[in-house]
Structures are given as structure tokens and as C-alpha cells.
T-cell receptor, first 114, second 115 residues
Framework: AQSVTQLGSHVSVSEGALVLLRCNYS??????LFWYVQYPNQGLQLLLK??????LVKGINGFEAEFKKSETSFHLTKPSAHMSDAAEYFC????????????FGQGTELSVKP | EPEVTQTPSHQVTQMGQEVILRCVPI?????FYWYRQILGQKVEFLVS????????KSEIFDDQFSVERPDGSNFTLKIRSTKLEDSAMYFC?????????????FGNGTRLTVT
């Protein structure tokens, strides 16, 4: 069975600092991996996706993630945090044989301090 | 950009009542999903729907739950007899292709409160 683990339920950074949100996955087949962001009282918005092309994936709002098969990781990074990045971030894995169903991690709440 | 829309945004109901949560997926999408998020917990898969039938459902999706695509645009989730533990945010999602090839597009959710 596939699963996703996000290390750290809450991450706090200063404005301008590096953002690193960790995600490790477990999958018996080559996975499709996604990062979604959820702003307060809103739905889930896709940040970026990995579907077996380039291992370094660039997304919206300056975020990127690197797929590392040897570490079964798909960590999300942004070089310089902005106040508007404060939100909940979810890593998700899709079993490409299961009709696109997503399995989500527990989520990481990102706080950005001025 | 096309969006998935959900109504109502907030639904309050009494335990034992039936509720119907409504979703209008993106018009050319073929795969539809319901997820829920209990406050403070992860987003959980409930059910997927393709070609007018359920393609997969989770353990959560018991006999109290049903889904329907009554016309060409709406996709509904019905909870027949609500329980306190059904209180959660319910998200509808859709995509044009299965197998994870295209990302899921989510609505803003319906917050269901069962009292």
C-alpha cells in the first residue's frame, strides 16, 4: 500500500529564509507525487507534480521539489519565504494504476515570521 | 481558469438527518472524487467515480454514503443519516484522466457540522 509521511506538523521560518518541507513516500510502483497548498478556508491548490520526467520539479510561487528515489523523498523547498506563503502544505502520492486516487500526508503548517 | 465549485460552503445539520453535498466538476473532466478532512487531520479519500459508477471507495465510505451524477454537470455526495463523527470538510475533485497523469482539481470544500 502506498503512504506518505510528512516530517513536522508545523514549520516556522523568518521572512526571506529558506523553506524546507519534508515528504517521504512508500510505493511499490513508480509513484506520481504532488504538493498541494491549502490557504485558510480554501480548497487544495496544486503547487507542483512529479510524473517521472525531470527529478527537479518547479512549481508555482517559486516552490520546487526534488524526487530522490534512493531516499524515497520529495521535499519541497523555496529559497526565500514570503509572508503570503503561510499555509498548510500537503504531500500526496498517486498510484498510477488506481484511477488517480491521491493518498495525502498529514500536512505541514508553515508559519512565516516578519 | 475553470474551477470545481461546491455548494453550500457550510452546512449545519442535526444527527440522523440526511445531507446532500453538491459539486460541479470542471466540464470536460471525466473522473470525480470526494475527500474529507476532519479538523486537524489529514485529507482522506472517500470515493472515486468514473463512467457513471464508483471505481473505488475507502473503508470510510460505508452504506450511509452514496454518490450520484444526476445530470451532465453535478456530482453529489449523500450522507443518509449523519453522525457526529461525520463533521468535517468535504472536498470534491475532478480530473480529465485517471492513472495520476493529470492532477486533481479541488473545490473549496463544504464544511459539514453535525450537532
Amino acid at each position: 500500500a502506498q503512504s506518505v509521511t510528512q516530517l513536522g506538523s508545523h514549520v516556522s521560518v523568518s521572512e526571506g529564509a529558506l523553506v524546507l518541507l519534508r515528504c517521504n513516500y512508500s510505493s511499490s510502483v513508480p509513484p506520481y507525487l504532488f504538493w498541494y497548498v491549502q490557504y485558510p478556508n480554501q480548497g487544495l491548490q496544486l503547487l507542483l507534480k512529479y510524473t517521472s520526467a525531470a527529478t527537479l520539479v518547479k512549481g508555482i510561487n517559486g516552490f520546487e521539489a526534488e524526487f530522490k528515489k534512493s531516499e524515497t523523498s520529495f521535499h519541497l523547498t523555496k529559497p526565500s519565504a514570503h509572508m503570503s506563503d503561510a499555509a498548510e502544505y500537503f504531500c500526496a502520492v498517486s498510484d498510477n494504476n488506481q484511477g488517480g486516487k491521491l493518498i495525502f500526508g498529514q500536512g505541514t503548517e508553515l508559519s512565516v515570521k516578519p | 481558469e475553470p474551477e470545481v465549485t461546491q455548494t453550500p460552503s457550510h452546512q449545519v445539520t442535526q444527527m440522523g438527518q440526511e445531507v446532500i453535498l453538491r459539486c460541479v466538476p470542471i466540464s470536460n473532466h471525466l473522473y470525480f472524487y470526494w475527500y474529507r478532512q476532519i479538523l486537524g487531520q489529514k485529507v482522506e479519500f472517500l470515493v472515486s467515480f468514473y463512467n457513471n459508477e464508483i471505481s473505488e471507495k475507502s473503508e470510510i465510505f460505508d452504506d450511509q454514503f452514496s454518490v450520484e451524477r444526476p445530470d451532465g454537470s453535478n456530482f453529489t455526495l449523500k450522507i443518509r443519516s449523519t453522525k457526529l463523527e461525520d463533521s468535517a470538510m468535504y472536498f470534491c475533485a475532478s480530473t480529465s484522466q485517471g492513472q495520476g497523469l493529470t492532477p486533481l482539481h479541488f473545490g473549496n470544500g463544504t464544511r459539514l457540522t453535525v450537532t
